[in-house]
């Protein structure tokens, strides 16, 4: 698989004024042409897509929030997965950085069409350390400037997906690596802000505990705060293989994410 030209930038960086980072490394769409040929037809609705995550928190700019966002698709490299290949959850079933079947276990490659060792090892050192050496230095950045950085990352995912997991998600699903990404106090205004609302559900490190991000990046021995929240498609569209986007089924979610970050990014208490 060929390296990125310059036309098909990997990710769009927005800078704000606050300690505010908001990641959205699995919204991205774009299929570059020579991954597009060896993908199955199947494959090319890109079902596990985050689908509309970057609109549903619009407001970013609203909030002093800086942004990072993937242009490409997950297909190409997880930008979440840690680049060895270790597990995240070990003994529960999940997909890996360079993806070769779906979260259903649907093949994703044609036959024969699979990404080598090699191409993979090519595909880490395009895509995946681009993102990451620039999400580094964003917090570094606003942790020397802010004092402080709150990174937010901010995923979707079909409210069943029997492959990963059993049942049905709440709708907020809030990650900390069990308390360890984060400080107590910013997930006291996290979890008092979510148990004031209604209709929305929500959980604390249940099924998805944050990704490599998240674990990677929360330090707050260092002034780091990372949380990832996954959020059940259901809350805001119709889940079905290609969505579209409906602004007014969202906006109630919408809203509610602005309070949250809101408070997360300390401009008021909850």
Same mark, same amino acid.
């Given at each position: ?10 990710? %769009?960086? *927005?800078?704000?004024? @606050? ?6 490394? $699995? !919204?991205?769409?774009?299929?570059? #042409?020579? +991954? ?104 570094? %950045?606003? *942790?020397?400037?802010? @004092? ?6 901010? $995923? !979707?995912?079909?409210?069943?997906? #029997?492959? +990963? ?106």
């Amino acid at each position: 698989m060929s390296s990125p030209r310059q036309s098909e930038p990997l990710f %769009e960086h *927005v800078p704000g004024d @606050g300690p505010l980072l908001i990641s959205f490394p $699995h !919204s991205g769409t774009y299929v570059p #042409p020579d +991954l597009a040929a060896r993908l199955r037809p199947a494959a090319l609705d890109l079902p596990d897509t985050d689908w509309f995550v970057p609109q549903l928190y619009d407001f970013f700019r609203d909030l002093g929030a800086s942004i990072i966002r993937a242009t490409h698709t997950r297909y190409v490299v997880d930008l979440n997965r840690p680049p060895d290949g270790a597990p995240l959850y070990p003994g529960q079933r999940e997909t890996a950085v360079c993806p070769t079947e779906s979260f259903d276990g649907d093949a994703l490659y044609r036959d024969g069409a699979k990404p080598t060792s090699a191409e993979i090892a090519e595909r880490l050192h395009s895509y995946w350390h681009p993102y990451h050496n620039k999400l580094a230095a964003l917090t570094q %950045e606003l *942790v020397q400037r802010r @004092g402080t950085c709150v990174l937010w990352d901010a $995923h !979707s995912i079909l409210s069943k997906v #029997p492959g +990963l997991f059993d049942g049905r998600l709440p709708d907020l699903n809030v990650g900390t690596a069990d308390g360890r990404s984060c400080s107590p106090a910013l997930l006291d205004r996290i979890v008092a802000t979510l148990s004031a609302q209604k209709p929305f559900s929500f959980v604390v490190d249940g099924r998805f505990k944050g990704g490599y991000i998240t674990r990677h990046y929360g330090n707050p021995a260092a002034r780091i705060d990372a949380v990832q929240l996954e959020i059940a498609q259901r809350a805001y569209l119709v889940e079905t293989r290609t969505p579209a986007f409906d602004a007014a089924r969202a906006r109630p979610l919408n809203r509610l994410l602005r309070d949250l970050l809101d408070a997360v990014a300390g401009r008021h208490s909850a």
